[in-house]
Nanobody, 119 residues
Framework: QVQLVESGGGLVQAGGSLRLSCAAS????????MGWFRQAPGKERELIAT????????YYAGSIKGRFTISRDNAKNTVYLQMNSLKPEDTAVYYC????????????WGQGTQVTVSS
């Protein structure tokens, strides 16, 4: 069983920054691919970033590329999402998720953290 707890969301003005954290339980965190998703009101959930076990391979959706950075600290069982140059359209609930087998199925999810960007 894996438990994921996000933190770091909040209200920020356009152009500002936030850093989301996702703390994971479990001794094998370093083996998981980790992903960040977001879901805006009335929209489908969107995969925005992933990071492999070592942190050397990452993926970013086009909507956030160049503004957000995913990273991980396996010693702390934590994955981060640094969000810069935030836009009102980044407003959403942000979720972290763990992919245990590498097939993109993301078996475990956090509860989500709200990010609101005001114009």
């Amino acid at each position: 069983q894996v438990q994921l707890v996000e933190s770091g969301g909040g209200l920020v003005q356009a152009g500002g920054s936030l850093r989301l954290s996702c703390a994971a339980s479990g001794r094998t965190f370093s083996r998981y691919i980790m992903g960040w998703f977001r879901q805006a009101p009335g929209k489908e959930r969107e995969l925005i970033a992933t990071i492999n076990w070592s942190g050397r391979s990452t993926y970013y959706a086009g909507s956030i590329k160049g503004r957000f950075t995913i990273s991980r600290d396996n010693a702390k069982n934590t994955v981060y999402l640094q969000m810069n140059s935030l836009k009102p359209e980044d407003t959403a609930v942000y979720y972290c998720a763990a992919d245990l087998d590498g097939y993109g199925r993301y078996q475990y999810w956090g509860q989500g953290t709200q990010v609101t960007v005001s114009s």
